[in-house]
């Protein structure tokens, strides 16, 4: 399947997806990412620097978020810029053993805009924690074939 | 804890060179509960007429943050890492990242601002390869806001 230009239109959505985080997905983003900021798997840490508990590293956000992108455009090298901004915190409770998610992020996607000079299409995401928006101006811009 | 102005507008030159692996790009890719096949399978990348596989659309992160470590580790900087925030994030891909690429990363300081006790700081990386003739190849430019939070912050 492979996405035609001409096909689209603003405001069409792309999909929607959940997100499951657990303190070790959080651990696992750690070691795959180098970016070992305890605030991101030490409570006491966490709360020594005055946050509400360990939150989840805003790129790990952003990293998982634009797999509906990806799987959309049909090529994750379609993504020619991506963008975003961390407005508020994933608190990620500690769920360790029980098989149950600390924080469940959820990701809507729709076409904000089409260049048809450049032949892109910029993806607006809503990304969402709780209600409330975790990133704001989370635009994806897709090149298509 | 105060933020050195100065900063603005200084650089730090490409230190050191990242090899892109394929057990990387699968590590990452799991990370970021990625699933799509070009970032496993290299069938399937080539069948989507790439060299080798294609790291996510963020994989640039962690050459740009080992870019901002000279920075933040910077004693002159007066940067504590433990009241560091992510603001912003932005990556402009000039090409994919694909396994076997030797990335180099140039960090620009282009902006310090005072907010409360604290400051935001934006950084960009200009990330690229080096060609035969030693021409450079861009790839990527990422560029990053962060505010250290000032004490109460």
Known sequence: MSLKFEDLTVGQEIGKRSIDVTRQDLVKYAGASGDFNPIHWNEAFATGVDLPGVIAHGMFTMGSAVQLVSDWAGDPAAVVDYQTRFTKPVLVTDTTGTGEPGAVIEVAGVVGALDADAGTARIDLTVTFEGQKVLMKSQAVVKLA | ?153
Request: no cysteine; aromatic share 6%; net charge negative.
């Open chain 2, 1 to 153: 804890m105060t933020i050195n102005p100065d900063l603005q507008g200084r650089s730090y030159p490409a230190a050191e060179v990242y090899d892109v692996g394929r057990e990387k790009i699968r590590e990452f890719a799991r990370a970021v509960k990625a699933t799509h096949p070009a970032h496993f399978d290299v069938e399937a990348a080539r069948a989507l007429g790439h060299s080798d596989l294609v790291a996510p659309p963020t994989f640039a992160i962690i050459v740009a943050q080992r870019a901002d470590a000279q920075l933040i580790e910077d004693p002159e900087a007066g940067i504590d890492f433990s009241r560091v925030v992510h603001a912003d994030q932005r990556f402009t891909h000039h090409r994919a990242i694909i396994a076997g690429d030797e990335l180099r990363a140039e960090l620009h300081v282009d902006g310090v601002r005072a907010m409360g006790g604290g400051a935001m700081i934006t950084t960009r990386a200009e990330i690229f390869t080096l060609g035969d003739d030693l021409q450079r190849n861009p790839v990527a430019t990422t560029t990053s806001s962060i505010l250290v939070r000032g004490e109460g912050q």
